[in-house]
């Protein structure tokens, strides 16, 4: 956004001081597009037990309880976007969260929303 805009209602500096920091629209589209590969639930699970140990699809169909056709699916979003990563050993693949700032950051951010929001029992 132009750090040049001016407010229809110009109450108080504080505004003028966030537009000044705002970063360009092209950041935010980045971030949305990463969150957005976490707005399924199946996918958050299984980027969840990627941050905790690296694995082969057939397990983590099994601690996802799901199929492998679809832990597949999801496993592919998550290394497009770079949240995973992947490694061969003879005819199994292995996955784990990716080793970057983004993937850490977005593996805390989901576990204190839990914390904060789910229920304990």
């Not at 500096?13 to 092209?26: G, Q």
């Not at 290394?79 to 003879?90: A, D, M, P």
Request: glycine fraction near 2%.
């Amino acid at each position: 956004m132009s750090k040049n805009v001016s407010l229809p209602h110009d109450h108080d500096v504080e505004s003028k001081k966030v537009m000044e920091r705002m970063p360009a629209e092209n950041n935010f589209q980045t971030v949305a597009a990463l969150m957005k590969q976490l707005n399924d639930p199946s996918r958050l699970r299984i980027f969840w037990i990627l941050c905790h140990v690296e694995e082969c699809v057939i397990d983590i169909a099994a601690m996802a309880g799901m199929s492998s056709p679809a832990v597949s699916h999801h496993l592919r979003n998550l290394k497009t976007s770079g949240l995973i990563v992947s490694r061969r050993e003879g005819k199994e693949m292995y996955y784990k969260a990716a080793d970057t700032d983004i993937a850490q950051k977005l593996h805390h951010a989901v576990e204190e929303i839990m914390e904060i929001s789910c229920p304990t029992k």
